[in-house]
């Protein structure tokens, strides 16, 4: 385990570097110029000049790449051109609502995914079957800022039972959460069907059965442990996704996270914001993915890690 551990996080280390590398690069791409929007259109060139040799614009690139690395390794992550405030503690504030909405979506999407799957799979090639792939097929294939403009119609206008928008209590989390969940489930339901239609076709399944137990419990105490591995490796990947890919929902419904704040900086091309939730997007997909190979032996002993 430690071993495989060492190699792991080795191997992520190299992830994270590879992703400095590209966030790095996004300071060519975006077409802005932080001297520009520092000094303001008034000023002089002799203040650019100044507030570009205070950036190090000035210097070679692997020199700057260096010190950004560097900057990066002591949890630096610059400083916000727009907001003029450092980045880390911005992202820091913003964290713990992305959070929060990260764990209920997650929820969401298993308490809706896991069991349309196993019920689709336990009827295979049935009309229920077709009727849960259906609708799992329309779920993400539907925008999000579709489905939440849909929920927030319905739940917050037509029927008032939902909050418009906003932060600060469970009923400003439930649409949200139920956007993200309801997308979500519809890849969680097509994963869990497939896994479990080949775990029931193993011949322990069949010795279950001839022994005369119940199909329920066939299906969830010897089908549902051996089918939920490939959800571990998706709620890992979800993570890091939901993370980075709240942007629209949490504009959406006014959620103060760190999508929002993407978002905001996208608009006014704040890149040392851009670039900081990048890099902590990275960080927790690496962590969740690291986190579900560690939880997956402990769910199927037959894994061993190497």
């Not at 704040?261 to 960080?283: E, K, R, Y």
Request: net charge positive; proline share 6%.
């Amino acid at each position: 385990m430690l071993g495989y551990l060492a190699r792991r996080l080795a191997a992520s280390v190299l992830i994270l570097l590879g992703v400095s590398v590209v966030t790095f690069g996004l300071t060519y791409i975006i077409p802005a110029d932080p001297v520009a929007m520092i000094a303001g259109r008034n000023s002089t060139p002799a203040v650019r000049e100044q507030i570009r040799h205070q950036l190090g614009l000035d210097r070679p690139l692997p020199e700057r790449y260096a010190n950004y690395l560097g900057r990066l390794v002591q949890g630096d992550l610059g400083r916000s051109y727009a907001r003029k405030s450092d980045v880390g503690p911005l992202i820091a504030s913003r964290l713990p609502p992305t959070l929060l909405l990260m764990l209920a979506a997650i929820v969401a999407e298993l308490l809706i995914g896991l069991p349309a799957g196993i019920y689709a799979a336990s009827r295979r090639g049935r009309l229920g079957d077709k009727i849960a792939m259906t609708l799992s097929f329309a779920s993400v294939s539907t925008p999000h800022f579709v489905l939440g403009l849909t929920l927030l119609y319905l739940f917050a206008y037509l029927l008032s039972w939902l909050p418009l928008g906003g932060y600060g209590s469970f009923s400003h989390l439930i649409l949200p959460a139920l956007t993200l969940g309801l997308a979500g489930g519809g890849w969680y339901s097509r994963m869990m069907r497939s896994s479990m239609i080949e775990v029931l076709r193993n011949d322990y399944i069949r010795t279950a059965r001839a022994k005369g137990m119940p199909e329920w419990r066939v299906i969830l105490k010897h089908g549902l442990r051996n089918a939920f591995l490939p959800i571990i490796a998706m709620i890992g990947l979800d993570v890091g996704i939901f993370m980075s890919g709240v942007v629209v929902v949490e504009n959406v419904f006014g959620w103060p996270g760190i999508g929002q704040l993407m978002w905001q900086a996208i608009q006014s091309l704040d890149i040392p914001i851009i670039m900081g939730v990048t890099t902590v997007a990275a960080c927790f997909i690496v962590l969740g993915n690291l986190i579900a190979d560690m939880i997956a032996p402990l769910i199927d002993p037959r894994i061993r890690l190497r």
